[in-house]
Protein backbone atom coordinates (compact mmCIF):
# COMPACT_ATOMS: atom_id res chain seq x y z
CA UNK A 1 0.00 0.00 0.00
CA UNK A 2 1.68 3.68 -0.91
CA UNK A 3 0.65 5.56 2.06
CA UNK A 4 0.91 9.59 2.12
CA UNK A 5 2.22 11.14 5.05
CA UNK A 6 1.39 14.49 6.16
CA UNK A 7 2.84 16.88 9.00
CA UNK A 8 1.22 20.25 8.22
CA UNK A 9 2.86 23.35 10.67
CA UNK A 10 1.20 26.47 10.58
CA UNK A 11 3.52 27.47 7.83
CA UNK A 12 4.67 24.25 6.75
CA UNK A 13 4.19 20.98 5.51
CA UNK A 14 6.19 18.41 5.77
CA UNK A 15 5.42 15.35 3.21
CA UNK A 16 6.58 11.23 2.32
CA UNK A 17 5.16 8.77 0.22
CA UNK A 18 5.93 5.28 1.68
CA UNK A 19 5.53 1.45 0.16
CA UNK A 20 4.28 0.20 3.09
CA UNK A 21 5.39 -3.11 1.74
CA UNK A 22 8.65 -2.37 1.63
CA UNK A 23 8.91 0.53 4.39
CA UNK A 24 11.07 2.62 1.78
CA UNK A 25 10.49 6.19 0.91
CA UNK A 26 9.80 6.91 -2.47
CA UNK A 27 9.65 10.71 -2.48
CA UNK A 28 9.60 12.89 0.36
CA UNK A 29 9.88 16.74 0.71
CA UNK A 30 8.05 20.03 2.28
CA UNK A 31 6.19 23.13 1.48
CA UNK A 32 7.62 26.14 3.21
CA UNK A 33 6.30 30.04 3.51
CA UNK A 34 2.40 28.83 3.18
CA UNK A 35 0.53 31.96 3.41
CA UNK A 36 3.20 34.22 2.95
CA UNK A 37 4.70 33.28 -0.87
CA UNK A 38 5.49 29.46 -1.34
CA UNK A 39 8.13 27.18 -1.84
CA UNK A 40 8.11 23.31 -2.60
CA UNK A 41 10.89 21.01 -2.54
CA UNK A 42 10.30 17.56 -4.00
CA UNK A 43 13.14 14.66 -4.04
CA UNK A 44 12.28 11.40 -5.19
CA UNK A 45 14.22 8.60 -3.61
CA UNK A 46 17.44 8.65 -5.41
CA UNK A 47 16.82 11.45 -7.75
CA UNK A 48 17.64 15.08 -7.79
CA UNK A 49 15.79 17.14 -5.28
CA UNK A 50 13.90 20.31 -6.60
CA UNK A 51 12.54 23.39 -5.28
CA UNK A 52 9.80 25.32 -6.88
CA UNK A 53 8.32 28.78 -5.87
CA UNK A 54 5.30 28.78 -6.76
CA UNK A 55 2.12 30.73 -4.80
CA UNK A 56 0.41 28.75 -1.82
CA UNK A 57 -2.23 30.95 -0.12
CA UNK A 58 -3.36 28.09 2.13
CA UNK A 59 -2.57 24.43 2.43
CA UNK A 60 -4.89 23.71 -0.43
CA UNK A 61 -2.68 24.81 -2.76
CA UNK A 62 0.32 23.31 -1.10
CA UNK A 63 -1.05 20.30 -1.20
CA UNK A 64 -1.91 20.28 -4.69
CA UNK A 65 1.11 21.03 -5.51
CA UNK A 66 2.50 18.26 -3.63
CA UNK A 67 0.06 15.57 -5.65
CA UNK A 68 1.02 17.56 -8.65
CA UNK A 69 4.81 16.59 -7.77
CA UNK A 70 3.90 13.14 -7.32
CA UNK A 71 2.54 12.36 -10.83
CA UNK A 72 4.76 14.38 -12.42
CA UNK A 73 5.49 12.51 -15.80
CA UNK A 74 8.87 13.07 -15.73
CA UNK A 75 10.22 13.14 -11.79
CA UNK A 76 6.81 11.59 -10.25
CA UNK A 77 6.96 8.17 -8.17
CA UNK A 78 3.50 7.98 -9.34
CA UNK A 79 1.29 7.33 -11.82
CA UNK A 80 -1.53 8.54 -10.82
CA UNK A 81 -3.37 9.42 -7.55
CA UNK A 82 -5.27 6.44 -7.53
CA UNK A 83 -2.23 4.58 -6.18
CA UNK A 84 -2.26 6.18 -2.64
CA UNK A 85 -4.37 4.03 -1.00
CA UNK A 86 -4.26 6.10 2.49
CA UNK A 87 -2.86 9.08 3.99
CA UNK A 88 -1.26 9.57 7.53
CA UNK A 89 -1.43 12.61 9.55
CA UNK A 90 0.21 13.96 12.73
CA UNK A 91 -1.30 15.69 14.98
CA UNK A 92 0.21 17.04 17.90
CA UNK A 93 -2.61 17.16 21.12
CA UNK A 94 -5.35 14.37 20.57
CA UNK A 95 -6.60 16.07 24.36
CA UNK A 96 -8.48 13.38 26.76
CA UNK A 97 -10.88 12.00 24.12
CA UNK A 98 -8.49 10.74 21.39
CA UNK A 99 -6.26 8.57 23.05
CA UNK A 100 -4.84 6.55 20.30
CA UNK A 101 -4.76 6.36 16.57
CA UNK A 102 -7.92 6.93 14.91
CA UNK A 103 -9.51 7.24 11.13
CA UNK A 104 -10.95 10.66 10.28
CA UNK A 105 -14.47 11.37 10.77
CA UNK A 106 -16.48 13.89 12.45
CA UNK A 107 -16.34 12.78 15.44
CA UNK A 108 -12.65 12.84 15.29
CA UNK A 109 -12.27 16.07 13.63
CA UNK A 110 -14.29 17.84 16.05
CA UNK A 111 -12.09 16.62 18.93
CA UNK A 112 -9.00 17.70 17.04
CA UNK A 113 -10.43 21.29 17.29
CA UNK A 114 -11.55 20.72 21.00
CA UNK A 115 -8.21 20.19 21.68
CA UNK A 116 -6.44 23.02 19.59
CA UNK A 117 -6.77 24.67 23.21
CA UNK A 118 -4.00 22.56 24.25
CA UNK A 119 -2.51 22.49 21.07
CA UNK A 120 -2.73 26.30 19.87
CA UNK A 121 0.16 26.43 17.40
CA UNK A 122 -0.34 22.78 15.93
CA UNK A 123 -4.14 21.60 15.76
CA UNK A 124 -5.36 23.84 13.67
CA UNK A 125 -2.56 23.31 11.65
CA UNK A 126 -3.34 19.74 11.24
CA UNK A 127 -6.92 20.15 10.96
CA UNK A 128 -6.37 22.34 7.77
CA UNK A 129 -4.16 19.57 6.37
CA UNK A 130 -6.37 17.32 7.17
CA UNK A 131 -9.46 18.81 5.14
CA UNK A 132 -7.45 19.46 2.32
CA UNK A 133 -6.66 16.17 2.04
CA UNK A 134 -10.31 14.94 2.36
CA UNK A 135 -11.39 17.72 -0.82
CA UNK A 136 -8.42 16.92 -2.27
CA UNK A 137 -8.94 13.03 -2.61
CA UNK A 138 -12.33 12.46 -1.60
CA UNK A 139 -12.94 8.64 -0.36
CA UNK A 140 -9.26 8.20 0.50
CA UNK A 141 -8.93 7.31 4.29
CA UNK A 142 -6.98 9.28 6.16
CA UNK A 143 -5.90 8.24 9.58
CA UNK A 144 -4.76 10.98 12.34
CA UNK A 145 -1.79 9.69 14.63
CA UNK A 146 -1.66 11.76 17.99
CA UNK A 147 1.50 12.67 19.57
CA UNK A 148 0.05 12.66 22.82
CA UNK A 149 -1.58 8.68 22.38
CA UNK A 150 1.45 6.85 23.34
CA UNK A 151 1.49 8.77 27.05
CA UNK A 152 -2.27 7.65 27.70
CA UNK A 153 -1.26 4.81 29.51
CA UNK A 154 -0.20 6.46 32.26
CA UNK A 155 -1.42 5.25 35.56
CA UNK A 156 -3.35 8.24 37.55
CA UNK A 157 -0.67 8.73 39.91
CA UNK A 158 1.92 9.75 37.41
CA UNK A 159 -0.84 11.65 35.08
CA UNK A 160 -1.97 13.67 37.83
CA UNK A 161 -0.30 17.24 38.70
CA UNK A 162 -1.09 18.22 42.86
CA UNK A 163 -3.27 21.09 42.01
CA UNK A 164 -7.36 21.50 43.12
CA UNK A 165 -9.26 18.50 41.62
CA UNK A 166 -11.15 20.84 39.86
CA UNK A 167 -8.82 22.20 37.22
CA UNK A 168 -8.63 18.57 35.94
CA UNK A 169 -12.29 18.09 35.97
CA UNK A 170 -13.18 21.24 34.43
CA UNK A 171 -9.87 21.45 31.73
CA UNK A 172 -8.59 17.75 32.02
CA UNK A 173 -5.35 19.51 33.12
CA UNK A 174 -2.96 16.65 33.18
CA UNK A 175 0.39 15.19 32.07
CA UNK A 176 -0.22 14.04 28.25
CA UNK A 177 3.52 13.41 27.01
CA UNK A 178 4.62 14.14 23.28
CA UNK A 179 7.21 12.62 20.99
CA UNK A 180 4.43 9.44 21.45
CA UNK A 181 5.11 8.08 17.85
CA UNK A 182 8.39 8.64 18.21
CA UNK A 183 8.75 6.97 22.08
CA UNK A 184 6.18 4.56 20.72
CA UNK A 185 8.07 3.43 17.57
CA UNK A 186 11.94 3.46 19.41
CA UNK A 187 10.53 1.21 22.55
CA UNK A 188 9.08 -1.43 19.99
CA UNK A 189 12.38 -1.37 17.61
CA UNK A 190 14.45 -1.80 21.28
CA UNK A 191 12.78 -4.10 22.24
CA UNK A 192 12.94 -6.64 18.79
CA UNK A 193 17.13 -5.19 18.36
CA UNK A 194 17.47 -6.91 21.76
CA UNK A 195 15.36 -9.29 21.56
CA UNK A 196 13.56 -8.65 24.96
CA UNK A 197 9.77 -9.89 26.15
CA UNK A 198 7.58 -7.16 24.56
CA UNK A 199 5.70 -8.32 27.73
CA UNK A 200 8.09 -8.50 30.36
CA UNK A 201 10.34 -5.53 29.90
CA UNK A 202 11.81 -2.18 30.95
CA UNK A 203 12.68 0.46 28.81
CA UNK A 204 14.05 4.03 28.67
CA UNK A 205 14.16 5.85 25.57
CA UNK A 206 15.74 9.32 25.71
CA UNK A 207 14.55 11.42 22.92
CA UNK A 208 17.01 14.00 22.47
CA UNK A 209 16.57 16.41 19.72
CA UNK A 210 15.39 20.23 19.42
CA UNK A 211 12.47 18.94 21.63
CA UNK A 212 13.43 16.43 24.14
CA UNK A 213 11.73 14.15 26.41
CA UNK A 214 12.00 10.52 28.30
CA UNK A 215 9.68 8.51 28.97
CA UNK A 216 9.55 5.08 30.87
CA UNK A 217 8.73 1.69 29.12
CA UNK A 218 7.05 -0.66 31.17
CA UNK A 219 5.36 -4.38 29.28
CA UNK A 220 5.60 -1.92 26.09
CA UNK A 221 3.14 0.35 27.97
CA UNK A 222 4.24 4.07 28.81
CA UNK A 223 4.36 4.65 32.57
CA UNK A 224 5.94 7.60 32.40
CA UNK A 225 7.01 10.48 30.37
CA UNK A 226 8.51 13.96 30.64
CA UNK A 227 6.42 16.25 28.72
CA UNK A 228 3.50 17.33 30.30
CA UNK A 229 0.31 19.20 29.74
CA UNK A 230 2.25 20.69 27.15
CA UNK A 231 5.99 20.47 25.70
CA UNK A 232 7.34 22.73 27.87
CA UNK A 233 8.05 20.18 30.75
CA UNK A 234 11.13 17.63 31.69
CA UNK A 235 14.25 18.26 30.37
CA UNK A 236 16.31 20.74 29.28
CA UNK A 237 15.59 21.57 25.34
CA UNK A 238 17.13 24.17 23.13
CA UNK A 239 15.17 26.89 23.67
CA UNK A 240 13.01 25.71 26.35
CA UNK A 241 13.42 25.84 29.98
CA UNK A 242 12.31 22.04 30.86
CA UNK A 243 11.34 22.05 34.30
CA UNK A 244 11.29 24.86 37.16
CA UNK A 245 9.90 26.14 40.35
CA UNK A 246 6.92 28.09 38.92
CA UNK A 247 7.36 30.70 41.66
CA UNK A 248 9.98 31.85 39.48
CA UNK A 249 7.55 32.96 36.72
CA UNK A 250 5.68 35.75 39.12
CA UNK A 251 8.64 36.72 40.40
CA UNK A 252 10.09 37.84 36.97
CA UNK A 253 6.92 39.11 35.75
CA UNK A 254 6.56 41.06 38.92
CA UNK A 255 10.27 42.32 38.82
CA UNK A 256 10.63 42.94 34.73
CA UNK A 257 6.73 44.24 34.55
CA UNK A 258 6.31 41.31 32.01
CA UNK A 259 3.09 39.67 31.73
CA UNK A 260 2.30 35.23 31.99
CA UNK A 261 2.18 34.99 27.92
CA UNK A 262 5.75 37.00 27.59
CA UNK A 263 6.67 34.85 30.50
CA UNK A 264 5.70 32.07 28.45
CA UNK A 265 7.43 32.68 25.56
CA UNK A 266 10.70 33.33 26.95
CA UNK A 267 10.01 30.09 28.80
CA UNK A 268 9.51 28.63 25.38
CA UNK A 269 11.91 30.38 23.06
CA UNK A 270 14.66 32.05 24.73
CA UNK A 271 15.62 29.52 27.42
CA UNK A 272 17.18 25.86 27.26
CA UNK A 273 20.41 25.56 26.33
CA UNK A 274 20.45 28.80 24.17
CA UNK A 275 20.26 30.90 27.71
CA UNK A 276 22.78 28.87 29.36
CA UNK A 277 25.31 29.08 26.97
CA UNK A 278 24.49 33.06 26.76
CA UNK A 279 22.61 33.39 23.96
CA UNK A 280 25.26 31.20 21.57
CA UNK A 281 23.01 28.38 20.25
CA UNK A 282 20.21 25.95 20.47
CA UNK A 283 22.41 23.31 18.35
CA UNK A 284 24.89 21.07 19.91
CA UNK A 285 27.15 21.16 17.34
CA UNK A 286 28.13 24.60 18.03
CA UNK A 287 28.02 24.07 21.55
CA UNK A 288 30.12 21.05 21.01
CA UNK A 289 32.67 23.12 18.79
CA UNK A 290 32.73 26.20 21.40
CA UNK A 291 33.15 24.04 24.66
CA UNK A 292 36.07 22.60 23.24
CA UNK A 293 37.60 26.14 22.42
CA UNK A 294 37.20 26.69 26.06
CA UNK A 295 33.57 28.25 25.75
CA UNK A 296 32.76 27.59 29.84
CA UNK A 297 29.01 28.82 29.33
CA UNK A 298 28.73 26.31 26.35
CA UNK A 299 30.32 23.23 29.06
CA UNK A 300 28.30 25.24 31.36
CA UNK A 301 24.72 24.34 28.87
CA UNK A 302 26.25 20.43 27.87
CA UNK A 303 26.31 19.62 31.27
CA UNK A 304 23.14 21.20 32.53
CA UNK A 305 21.48 19.12 29.64
CA UNK A 306 23.12 16.01 30.48
CA UNK A 307 22.82 16.27 34.23
CA UNK A 308 18.76 16.55 33.73
CA UNK A 309 18.88 13.80 30.98
CA UNK A 310 20.50 11.39 33.58
CA UNK A 311 18.06 12.39 36.42
CA UNK A 312 14.87 12.01 34.78
CA UNK A 313 16.57 8.19 33.54
CA UNK A 314 17.09 7.33 37.65
CA UNK A 315 13.44 8.77 38.18
CA UNK A 316 12.39 6.21 35.26
CA UNK A 317 14.45 3.40 36.97
CA UNK A 318 12.29 3.56 40.45
CA UNK A 319 9.27 4.25 38.31
CA UNK A 320 9.99 0.94 36.80
CA UNK A 321 11.41 -0.73 39.90
CA UNK A 322 14.09 -1.36 37.38
CA UNK A 323 15.53 -0.95 33.59
CA UNK A 324 16.45 -3.53 31.68
CA UNK A 325 17.59 -1.10 28.22
CA UNK A 326 18.29 2.36 27.74
CA UNK A 327 17.85 3.73 24.21
CA UNK A 328 18.95 7.28 22.42
CA UNK A 329 17.44 8.81 19.88
CA UNK A 330 16.56 12.04 18.06
CA UNK A 331 18.66 14.47 16.40
CA UNK A 332 21.38 14.96 19.64
CA UNK A 333 20.86 11.08 21.08
CA UNK A 334 21.34 9.93 17.93
CA UNK A 335 24.87 11.94 16.71
CA UNK A 336 26.30 13.69 20.05
CA UNK A 337 28.80 11.14 21.35
CA UNK A 338 29.68 13.88 23.88
CA UNK A 339 25.97 14.15 25.14
CA UNK A 340 25.90 10.00 25.67
CA UNK A 341 28.82 9.95 27.47
CA UNK A 342 27.88 12.34 29.84
CA UNK A 343 24.45 11.01 30.63
CA UNK A 344 26.19 7.69 31.21
CA UNK A 345 29.00 9.18 33.54
CA UNK A 346 25.98 9.40 35.91
CA UNK A 347 24.88 6.10 35.75
CA UNK A 348 27.48 4.08 36.60
CA UNK A 349 25.53 2.80 40.25
CA UNK A 350 23.31 0.83 37.37
CA UNK A 351 25.91 -0.99 36.56
CA UNK A 352 26.11 0.64 32.60
CA UNK A 353 29.68 0.77 31.07
CA UNK A 354 29.74 2.44 27.87
CA UNK A 355 31.92 0.77 24.69
CA UNK A 356 34.22 4.66 23.66
CA UNK A 357 34.56 3.01 20.30
CA UNK A 358 31.16 2.57 19.78
CA UNK A 359 30.05 5.36 21.00
CA UNK A 360 32.00 7.39 17.78
CA UNK A 361 29.50 6.15 15.70
CA UNK A 362 26.17 8.33 14.94
CA UNK A 363 23.14 8.08 12.89
CA UNK A 364 22.70 4.52 12.96
CA UNK A 365 21.68 2.04 15.16
CA UNK A 366 23.85 0.11 17.49
CA UNK A 367 24.49 -1.25 20.88
CA UNK A 368 26.39 1.84 22.82
CA UNK A 369 27.33 -0.47 26.48
CA UNK A 370 29.79 -3.70 26.73
CA UNK A 371 28.88 -6.80 26.89
CA UNK A 372 29.18 -7.10 30.78
CA UNK A 373 27.46 -3.82 31.18
CA UNK A 374 24.49 -4.64 33.39
CA UNK A 375 21.73 -2.59 31.08
CA UNK A 376 21.86 -2.32 27.69
CA UNK A 377 22.32 1.18 26.20
CA UNK A 378 21.60 1.48 22.52
CA UNK A 379 21.46 4.02 19.62
CA UNK A 380 18.23 3.63 17.54
CA UNK A 381 17.43 6.31 14.82
CA UNK A 382 14.04 7.38 15.32
CA UNK A 383 11.39 7.77 12.01
CA UNK A 384 7.96 8.84 12.86
CA UNK A 385 6.88 9.34 9.39
CA UNK A 386 7.30 4.93 9.14
CA UNK A 387 6.00 4.72 12.37
CA UNK A 388 2.88 6.89 10.78
CA UNK A 389 2.74 4.85 7.97
CA UNK A 390 2.65 1.70 10.35
CA UNK A 391 -0.60 2.62 12.49
CA UNK A 392 -2.23 4.17 9.00
CA UNK A 393 -1.98 0.97 7.28
CA UNK A 394 -3.15 -1.09 10.51
CA UNK A 395 -6.50 1.12 10.99
CA UNK A 396 -7.55 1.02 6.90
CA UNK A 397 -6.72 -2.87 7.22
CA UNK A 398 -8.31 -3.39 10.04
CA UNK A 399 -11.94 -1.42 9.10
P1 LIG B 1 13.65 18.32 16.17
O1 LIG B 1 13.23 18.32 17.61
O2 LIG B 1 13.62 19.67 15.53
O3 LIG B 1 13.02 17.21 15.35
P2 LIG B 1 16.09 16.82 15.75
O4 LIG B 1 15.72 15.54 16.41
O5 LIG B 1 16.22 16.85 14.27
O6 LIG B 1 15.19 18.01 16.26
O7 LIG B 1 17.47 17.29 16.40
C1 LIG B 1 18.08 18.48 15.98
C2 LIG B 1 19.30 18.73 16.87
O8 LIG B 1 20.18 17.59 16.80
C3 LIG B 1 20.14 19.88 16.38
O9 LIG B 1 19.68 21.11 16.88
C4 LIG B 1 21.48 19.54 16.97
O10 LIG B 1 21.52 20.06 18.29
C5 LIG B 1 21.49 18.04 17.06
N1 LIG B 1 22.41 17.43 16.10
C6 LIG B 1 22.18 17.08 14.82
N2 LIG B 1 23.29 16.55 14.24
C7 LIG B 1 24.26 16.58 15.19
C8 LIG B 1 25.64 16.19 15.23
N3 LIG B 1 26.23 15.65 14.16
N4 LIG B 1 26.30 16.36 16.38
C9 LIG B 1 25.72 16.90 17.46
N5 LIG B 1 24.42 17.28 17.49
C10 LIG B 1 23.71 17.14 16.37
Known amino acids: MKVLIINCGSSSLKYQIIDSESEQVEAKGICERIGLDGRLTYQPTGGEKEVTDAPMPTHNEAITLVLKALVNPKTGVLKSLDEIQAIGHRVLHGGAKLTESRIVDDEVI ?83 FLGLDPDNSKVIVCHLGNGASIT ?70 DLEEAMDNGN ?22 AAMNGVDAITFTGGIGENAGIVRKKVLAHLGYLGIAMDEEQNMKRGERFILSTKDSKVTVSVIPTNEELAICRETVALVNAQ
Open 110 to 192: AAIDEASDLGPLHNPANLIGIRACQKLMPGKPNVAVFDTSFGMTLPEYAYRYAIPTKYYDKYKIRRYGFHGTSHSFVSKETIK
Open 216 to 285: AVKNSKCVDTSMGLTPLEGLVMGTRSGDLDPAILQYICNHEKIDINEMLRILNKESGVMALSNGLSSDFR
Open 296 to 317: TAAGLAIDAFCYRVAKYVGAYV
